[in-house]
């Protein structure tokens, strides 16, 4: 009989902080949406869910939606270049974080330190004159790397989530595949590969570790590899449950 009723004491009381917990952690969920890149078409989804008193997983994930490249990036590709009238940039981005709220709020409500990683892919389909020459570039994007984020969680009415990130700093390993296409039977292959060298290697971090490939009829291709810090802050809202 002591056995029997050690046994279920000492089962109520490795149960009992789960029993606790259950009580304390009655919101565990958060969904937010992301505001900051709506404006470019970037929509991003948050989900974080909670599993202590001061620790978190989230996880984010962003799609751009298809939209023109900005003119000042493809003003700089050919001063005598034509891009407006066709080009396409899309893409997403995926990126899990690990939070802890060292304050005395209970997650997810305060203050947090959050290490992440993160994945982008991105696509570009652009088409214009270059250099005289009639060409369709087409061009992938695609990173990872990881940091920290330093952000400010506020949860209202027990039911609203406002997630401000203060900063997020990270390093990431970035590589940039360009092919340059044309059916113009008169185009000078050598001087295309030469202007595409010359122009990109003009461009900070990566022109410096570019390599141009000439396949004569067919294409040029420009790849580059580089570390680039980055930097994220933002705001996004939405519901605790």
């Known amino acids: 009989m002591k056995k029997s009723l050690s046994f279920i ?3 109520v009381i490795l149960t009992l902080p789960d029993v606790i917990a259950q009580d304390v ?5 958060v969904v937010n949406l992301g505001l900051g890149g709506l404006a470019l078409g970037n929509v991003s989804l948050n989900y974080e869910r909670t599993f202590s008193d001061s620790r978190a997983a989230s996880l984010t994930a962003g799609l751009l939606v298809p939209r023109k490249l900005p003119s000042f990036i493809y003003d700089n590709i050919s001063e005598d270049g034509n891009w407006d009238a066709d080009n396409k940039l899309s893409g997403f981005f995926i990126m899990p974080e690990y939070r802890f709220y060292p304050t005395y709020k209970i997650a997810p409500e305060g203050f947090y330190i959050a290490p992440f990683l993160r994945l982008n892919y991105y696509t570009l389909d652009i088409s214009g004159d270059f250099d005289d020459v009639t060409a369709d570039i087409k061009g992938k994007f695609t990173g990872f790397g990881g940091g ?34 044309s059916d113009d039977p008169d185009v000078d292959w050598d001087k295309l590969g030469n202007d595409v060298e ?16 000439v396949k004569h009829g067919e294409y040029v291709d420009a790849k580059s590899s580089f570390i680039f810090p980055g930097f994220r802050t933002g705001i996004s809202v939405g519901i605790v449950f």
């Open 9 to 11: 004491l000492l089962c």
């Open 198 to 213: 010359v122009d990109i290697t003009g461009i900070p971090v990566m022109g410096e570790k570019t390599e141009v490939e």
């Open 148 to 181: 920290v984020q330093f952000g400010m969680h506020w949860v209202i009415k027990e039911k609203v989530s406002i997630d401000f990130f203060l900063a997020g700093i990270g390093l990431y390993y970035d590589n940039i595949t360009m092919r340059f296409e």
């Open 25 to 29: 952690y009655e919101q565990r969920n």
